[in-house]
C-alpha cells in the first residue's frame, strides 16, 4: 500500500503564495509521476502539475509561470503557488501512479483565495 499525506492548504489574498507538500510512504521503490490535480466546486478534478522520475515537468496552461512542482529525494512533491488568483480555489490532492499502473491519491488540501 502507499500513502500520500498532503498539507500546506489554507486561505490566502489574491496576489499571495502558498507551498503544499505530499509525503508519500509505503511500498514505493520508485514511481512513474506524482503530481497535483484540483477539483473546486462542481467543476470536475484537473491536472495542475505533474513529476515524472526523471525530473521532467508538465503544467496545465492556467499556472504555467505561476505554480513550480518540485520532489526531493524521499518521494516528498511540492506545489509553490505564486501570484494566486481567486480562480484557482480547489481542494488540491496529490497523485501517484506508478509503473506497474497503479493509481493513488491523497485525502485532499483546500486552498481559498479570497479578499
Known amino acids: 500500500q502507499v500513502q500520500l499525506v498532503e498539507s500546506g492548504g489554507g486561505l490566502v489574498q489574491p496576489g499571495g503564495c502558498l507551498r503544499l507538500?505530499?509525503?508519500?510512504?509505503?511500498?514505493?521503490?520508485?514511481?512513474?509521476?506524482m503530481g497535483w490535480y484540483r477539483q473546486a466546486p462542481g467543476k470536475q478534478r484537473e491536472l495542475v502539475a505533474t513529476i515524472i522520475s526523471s525530473g521532467g515537468t508538465n503544467y496545465a496552461d492556467s499556472v504555467k509561470g505561476r505554480f513550480t512542482i518540485s520532489r526531493d529525494a524521499n518521494n516528498t512533491i511540492y506545489l509553490q503557488m505564486n501570484s494566486l488568483k481567486p480562480e484557482d480555489t480547489a481542494v488540491y490532492y496529490c497523485n501517484l501512479l506508478t509503473w506497474s499502473g497503479n493509481n493513488y491519491w491523497g485525502q485532499g488540501t483546500q486552498v481559498t483565495v479570497s479578499s
Open positions: 507538500s505530499c509525503a508519500a510512504s509505503g511500498r514505493i521503490f520508485t514511481f512513474y509521476t
